[in-house]
Every structure is written in structure tokens, then in C-alpha cells.
DNA sequence: ACATTGCCTGTTATATCATTACATAACCGG
DNA sequence: CCGGTTATGTAATGATATAACAGGCAATGT
């Protein structure tokens, strides 16, 4: 399945998210206008669209802010993280495949066998960085 | 303050979390007989105590489990992440420091001061590697 | 054509997680 | 004792997520 096969109410989700500088959660993309607009009206809605976006990795859950973000570039060849500033909620994506390595193997060490990494990471930005 | 300046409802439910070997959430410590029993009924009750008890790092909360654990060793040296059994929830503590540098490198090349880090990764315990 | 299957959708209700608001009590330093 | 800070109690509400069930619609095999 491509981007080009989302049924409308994926599109009308992936394009609420791509059009956010920061996380939406179910409920801000529910409360938007163009979603309204289009029909879109009950959060199952809202969660199933998200479920599949997130099944192609067009999308990525923020568990520490229960947030959504649209993926900037496709399938990820490496595990993904992301850095949040605290006051903006700027969000960006992180590379971390440097610390799938670490982790693997303290897995690994733990008797445990590695499946999902989940690396998220707080501050401020640039813009941010003085001030409350 | 140490431990030893626990209030009464902190140490019922630290000791709720303690006494079990997998993450609770708020409303699974409040519906322990033992936290009952001591006349804790609110949820606010025990979030506040949850909130003291992280603030001294006793205990963490898993962003991805809505939950909370018990920390087995006083406050950390280095940051700490969590492992996860998708199976049977046994859960254990991870050091991160080695993560903790990439992190912050990678955070300062974007601009980013880096201030929390949360590492959660999921996957199967020895005893539930195979199976369902 | 028609039935079967699988996936997406709509609707309502409910479960689960967390906080706000406000009043009262306990504790401690001046 | 006063005044500030911290802890507590109680009720209500807010925020996040899923369950249960019915119906639509397209692809496929016969």
C-alpha cells in the first residue's frame, strides 16, 4: 500500500498533521476546522485513521505528550526519536539508531529480546531557550 | 528529605508499587486492598502522592504504560529507561548514560538544550520469548 | 449475477487516565 | 500566636482511548 491508496478520512488526518508545526493530539485534530469540515466527527474516527497512518509510519505517537506528528520522509531505514521544547512544543525528529545498539545488547544481557524502542527527549529550543 | 519524611499516604503507596513486580497505574493502586484499606479512595489522593514520590525519584512513571514503578535504588547517578515485557509486564530499569551523550550531542546540533530524557523500549522476557 | 470476504465507516456508549476547584487541617519558622 | 507552606479531603470535570454493533463498498471466486 502507497500514501497514494489513504482512504479520505486517512488524508484528511496525514494532512491535518503534516499542516502542524507541533504534536496534535486525537482531540485538536477532532477540534480542527478543515476536519470538521470534511465530515469528521468522532474521536474513533480520529484513532482509526491514526492507527493505520501509524501502521504505514506516516505518522508517530508521542507517548510522553499522547500526541501525534506527521513523518517527514517515509519508512525509516533506523529507529526514530524525537525532541520537544517544553515551551513552544516544537518537535523534531531524532535519529537513534546509535542508541539501538546500546540498548540491544543491555537487552540482551537482561534476557530480554528487543522489539520497539521508544526515545523521547525534553528541553528548549533555540527560540526558547531564555525565558520562562 | 529522605524517605524516612514519607507521609503517611506516599508510603502506601510506595509500597503498593514496591510490592509489585509489574508498572500500576494510579486507579490499579487505588483499587489495592492494602491502599484501600489505609483510607485512600481519591485518585487525586494518589497522584499527589505519585507526584512527591517522583520528585524524589523513588518512583518513575512509563509514558508508554500510563503507569508507575517502583525505583529499587535510591536517586540515580544517570538517567534511567525502562524494558518492558509486552507479554507479562515485568518491567526493568535501564541505564542510559551511554544514550545520554548521542542525545545531547544530537540535541545540540539542532539547536536543542537538552533537559529529560525518557527511553521506554518494549519487547519479550526470557520466560515469555516464545508463545503468544 | 451472486455470495463471500475483508476493510473501512458511522454511531453510541463507556472505559481509562488525570486535573481543577475549593475547603480544611497539620506543621514549622519567625 | 501569626503567617506561610505543605498535605489532605471531596466532588466534579476534563482529556485520552476503546468497545460493541451495524452497515457500506469494493474485490474476488464460482
Redesign the pocket.
Known sequence: MTSSDL????QVVLKALSGSNVPL????ILDLEQVRDQ???????I???LD?LQALELVHRIESL??FVACDHGPHSEPVGFMSCDRCRKTIELPVGACEDVLRSSAKANGFKLDRITVEVSGRCTDCVEGT
Open positions: 482512504t479520505r478520512n486517512q493530539s486525537a482531540y485538536d465530515g469528521l466527527k468522532a474521536p474513533l474516527t484513532y482509526r485513521a493505520k499522547n500526541a
